[in-house]
């Protein structure tokens, strides 16, 4: 009997060092120690790779940019960085002796200052340093072209974003509708094409407040611009200030294709393409020389590398990689 009471004894104690040990907090830093160690050791057998990792993450790291507003462009959005995660490419890339660039690894670092942290101000461009080029189609008239610069743009694989008057959407629900089911971005274009500098900020109110109420009684109460395009660019402060009362920021262009002059179309192609760079703003309308020139301005800037996206792919901070130019 004592012999049997003294083997449980054991047995107990037993279990309680081991439950002891693991739960042991110098045990456990211990490990962790041992663990750290093991890699390191593997790191230094592979010393090689790792600091190829390393010479890499000085030569594609890019610190991110701020949002501000500049002299010249006013509002320009910010951009993420870019670092190369070393460890986590090397952990994938463990046993090799040189760079598998399909398996390195990176993470973007977010601006400190981003677009909504800065005080109302036209916006002219995207951020300098994005490959990416935006569509700006402003619809007031011009309903017989809009199928044309529609199938175009579907055929292109192209969103844009298109700033409809408020007055033409209560007219033309079928066409706005049909914008919308090919996966364009709806904006504010006002309500009836007027010249808002030289009008009372009551009436500025109402012209943008009117067209955001027929867009969401037409299309859905998701579809609520947040994007305003004052028309003919015409614009004093107070109209930047109403619109970001009302959750809109104002957009302007850096390009544009000066369609309602009729111009050539293969010209005006030209003239868009060559003008085109990162970050960019192209205004068009849908009028004959826009429908007959779309698909020589869309082929031009993927030429030259560039993505084509809606006003809020273009502003968002995410970081792209630059295609090379077509030759």
Same mark, same amino acid.
């Given at each position: 009997?004592?012999?049997?009471?003294?083997?449980?004894?054991?047995?107990?104690?037993?279990?309680?060092?081991?439950?002891?040990?693991?739960?042991?907090?110098?045990?456990?830093?211990?490990?962790?120690?041992?663990?750290?160690?093991?890699?390191?050791?593997?790191?230094?057998?592979?010393?090689?790779?790792?600091?190829?990792?390393?010479?890499?993450?000085?030569?594609?790291?890019?610190?991110?940019?701020?949002?501000?507003?500049?002299?010249?462009?006013?509002?320009?959005?910010?951009?993420?960085?870019?670092?190369?995660?070393?460890?986590?490419?090397?952990?994938?890339?463990?046993?090799?002796?040189?760079?598998?660039?399909?398996?390195?690894?990176?993470?973007?670092?977010?601006?400190?200052?981003?677009?909504?942290?800065?005080?109302?101000?036209?916006?002219?461009?995207?951020?300098?340093?994005?490959?990416?080029?935006?569509?700006?189609?402003?619809?007031?008239?011009?309903?017989?072209?809009?199928?044309?610069?529609?199938?175009?743009?579907?055929?292109?694989?192209?969103?844009?974003?298109?700033?409809?008057?408020?007055?033409?959407?209560?007219?033309?629900?079928?066409?706005?509708?049909?914008?919308?089911?090919?996966?364009?971005?709806?904006?504010?274009?006002?309500?009836?094409?007027?010249?808002?500098? %030289?009008?009372?900020?009551?009436?500025?109110?109402? +012209? $943008?407040?009117?067209?955001? @109420?027929? &867009?969401?009684?037409?299309?859905? /109460?998701?579809?609520?611009?947040?994007?305003?395009?004052?028309?003919?660019?015409?614009?004093?402060?107070?109209?930047?200030?109403?619109?970001?009362?009302?959750?809109?920021?104002?957009?302007?262009?850096?390009?544009?294709?000066?369609?309602?002059?009729?111009?050539?179309?293969?010209?005006?192609?030209?003239?868009?393409?060559?003008?085109?760079?990162?970050?960019?703003?192209?205004?068009?309308?849908?009028?004959?020389?826009?429908?007959?020139?779309?698909?020589?301005?869309?082929?031009?800037?993927?030429? %030259?590398?560039?993505?084509?996206?809606?006003?809020? +792919? $273009?502003?968002?901070?995410? @970081?792209? &990689?630059?295609?090379?130019?077509? /030759?």
């Amino acid at each position: 009997m004592k012999r049997n009471l003294l083997h449980v004894s054991m047995f107990i104690l037993i279990i309680g060092v081991t439950v002891g040990t693991v739960q042991n907090p110098f045990t456990s830093t211990y490990l962790d120690s041992m663990k750290a160690q093991t890699t390191m050791v593997s790191k230094m057998q592979d010393n090689s790779l790792f600091e190829q990792l390393q010479k890499k993450a000085g030569e594609v790291n890019k610190p991110p940019i701020n949002a501000a507003v500049d002299r010249v462009w006013k509002a320009v959005p910010g951009y993420n960085g870019v670092e190369l995660d070393v460890d986590a490419s090397y952990k994938k890339m463990r046993g090799l002796k040189t760079i598998d660039d399909k398996k390195l690894v990176f993470k973007q670092i977010p601006p400190k200052v981003k677009l909504n942290d800065l005080p109302p101000s036209p916006i002219y461009k995207g951020n300098p340093e994005k490959p990416m080029v935006s569509l700006l189609v402003n619809v007031a008239w011009g309903n017989e072209y809009l199928p044309k610069l529609l199938k175009t743009m579907k055929e292109a694989h192209v969103h844009s974003t298109f700033f409809l008057d408020g007055s033409w959407v209560k007219k033309n629900p079928s066409l706005a509708k049909m914008i919308l089911d090919e996966g364009h971005e709806i904006g504010n274009h006002a309500y009836t094409h007027p010249d808002l500098k %030289k009008m009372t900020n009551e009436r500025i109110r109402e +012209e $943008l407040s009117s067209t955001n @109420r027929v &867009i969401e009684a037409t299309l859905g /109460k998701k579809r609520i611009p947040k994007w305003f395009a004052p028309p003919s660019g015409s614009y004093r402060d107070d109209v930047v200030k109403i619109a970001a009362e009302q959750k809109m920021k104002t957009i302007l262009w850096t390009v544009d294709t000066v369609d309602w002059r009729n111009p050539d179309p293969g010209r005006m192609a030209e003239s868009v393409v060559k003008k085109v760079h990162p970050g960019a703003m192209v205004l068009m309308h849908p009028t004959s020389s826009t429908a007959d020139g779309l698909k020589r301005i869309i082929g031009g800037i993927k030429a %030259k590398g560039y993505s084509i996206g809606t006003v809020s +792919e $273009l502003m968002n901070e995410q @970081r792209m &990689i630059a295609k090379p130019p077509v /030759k």
